[in-house]
């Protein structure tokens, strides 16, 4: 049972799925910082590449993702001839140290891009990397979903598949500029199925506009009938200002604070009742699923694609706005497509902006990793009384308790969890605060 704290959840925080947040790079680490990174890497070290397809053939209006309309196709050709070369730029630059375990297509839609051109892509990362049997997946839009493309990606060994879902009911997809009927995404499903692809994630919000309890009601019952291996449930965040496509969302429509609460603990309860594991605080998986397995061996990560079993600790990004995480450095390409093909193609690596985070740092993002992913971490002496006095508020009302030095989230306090976290934030909480640039401390959209 979850209890509305509306002031504990009145200021927005972060989602972290880095720390420190995007929202905390700065210009003065890019390029150079990530050629010094990539040169002392050690030989396999174990690598997860993600490249991003900025591309979509419909654009969504609540989208906060970096992605603009597939329409042109030279645009498209240009952008794929950009990753292609980036990809072989760095593997180079590591000359073979490094191998590939995991490989993540998203965006944007990677199926905006044809099949054909999806197999070059995949065929570049096999040649100028060391791969062996990575495991493989990409994000689809359903409505360009195409059986031509289940049979690549099965014959590609893709592992696994993202579908946008995000509600079943047709009044909502409708206000959001997202029209696909369930037969889509029930077709999308056989024909992955029908190739040998089970692990299929479904990512759905609440939140959306018009939406009530009897709608997010329908849509779960039709997931859990569907039984995709893995589900997100977000909430739809509304930021027109920020993302001026969301401006054609009727605003006056959305469900309030106290709605979008109840709408969330609603969609908890049906899902863990119908026995998906709950992971982190928006994430459900099987039982079978290696992400559940992960969350009964303390193995759940937090990484750019949300709560993840992936282990490596080193993530290339390649594309526009992707993100690369090394040790002791986070840095983000180019985020504009135009300008990221002239980086690439002047033979220059891509990042922009980043941060290079000292031990104090790491041992923030460590601690909040441990209370997103694990629900507890332990704190030693230096940090611990300051923690115990800034957490009062959370303790006093339930949603943590402490087991000597360490921090334990109740039963209950999933929705309070980012905030908890989010004392331990160098840039943005009350335990030790950080004197890091106060200008870039807003919380930035999730895509
Ligand atoms: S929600 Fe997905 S399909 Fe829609 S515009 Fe965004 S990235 Fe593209």
Not at 76 to 92: C, G, H, N, Q, S
Not at 212 to 221: F, I, P
Request: glycine share 8%; aromatic share 8%.
């Amino acid at each position: 049972m979850w209890t509305y704290h509306p002031d504990l959840l009145a200021r927005p925080v972060p989602r972290y799925t880095s720390y420190p947040t995007a929202a905390d790079f700065v210009d003065q680490v890019g390029e150079t910082e990530y050629a010094e990174a990539l040169d002392r890497m050690a030989s396999a070290t174990p690598l997860s590449l993600y490249v991003h397809i900025p591309y979509c053939d419909q654009i969504c209006w609540y989208c906060g993702c970096n992605t603009g309309a597939a329409n042109r196709k030279h645009r498209l050709t240009d952008y794929l001839t950009a990753l292609r070369a980036e990809i072989a730029m760095v593997a180079k630059r590591l000359g073979g140290r490094g191998r590939v375990q995991h490989i993540a297509f998203g965006g944007g839609s990677p199926n905006a891009i044809t099949p054909v051109d999806f197999v070059r892509l995949l065929d570049r990362i096999m040649t100028v990397f060391d791969c062996s049997r990575p495991e493989i997946s990409i994000e689809i839009d359903p409505r360009t979903f195409t059986s031509e493309w289940a049979l690549v990606l099965a014959s590609s060994e893709v592992t696994r598949v993202s579908l946008g879902v995000q509600t079943f009911a047709p009044h909502i997809q409708a206000a959001i500029g997202r029209v696909q009927p369930l037969e889509q995404i029930e077709q999308a499903m056989m024909g992955l199925r029908m190739r040998g692809i089970e692990a299929i994630n479904f990512d759905l919000m609440y939140g959306l506009p018009g939406q009530t309890l009897h709608d997010l009601n329908a849509t779960l019952d039709e997931t859990i009938r569907l039984a995709p291996s893995r589900i997100a449930l977000f909430g739809y965040a509304h930021l027109p200002a920020m993302i001026p496509r969301q401006r054609r969302i009727d605003a006056s429509n959305l469900p309030d604070d106290l709605a979008r609460f109840a709408q969330a603990q609603f969609g908890y309860e049906k899902l863990t009742q119908a026995g998906y594991v709950p992971i982190g605080f928006d994430h459900f998986a099987l039982p079978s699923d290696p992400l559940a397995a992960a969350a009964r061996e303390n193995r759940v990560n937090r990484n750019f694609q949300g709560f993840t079993h992936d282990g490596a600790s080193t993530l290339l990004g390649f594309g526009a706005s992707a993100i690369s995480i090394l040790p002791g450095l986070i840095v983000q390409n180019e985020k504009n497509a135009g300008p990221y093909r002239t980086l690439v193609s002047a033979g220059q690596l891509a990042a922009t902006r980043g941060v290079a985070p000292g031990p104090e740092e790491a041992k923030r993002g460590d601690i909040i990793n441990a209370i997103l992913c694990r629900g507890r971490v332990t704190l030693d002496n230096k940090i611990l009384p300051t923690a115990r006095a800034a957490l009062t508020k959370f303790e006093r009302r339930g949603l943590l308790f402490w087991e000597d030095a360490t921090l334990v989230l109740a039963e209950g306090a999933q929705p309070y969890a980012r905030v908890i976290a989010a004392q331990f934030d160098g840039y943005r909480g009350s335990i030790q605060p950080h004197s890091g640039p106060a200008s870039l401390h807003s919380a930035a959209p999730a895509c």
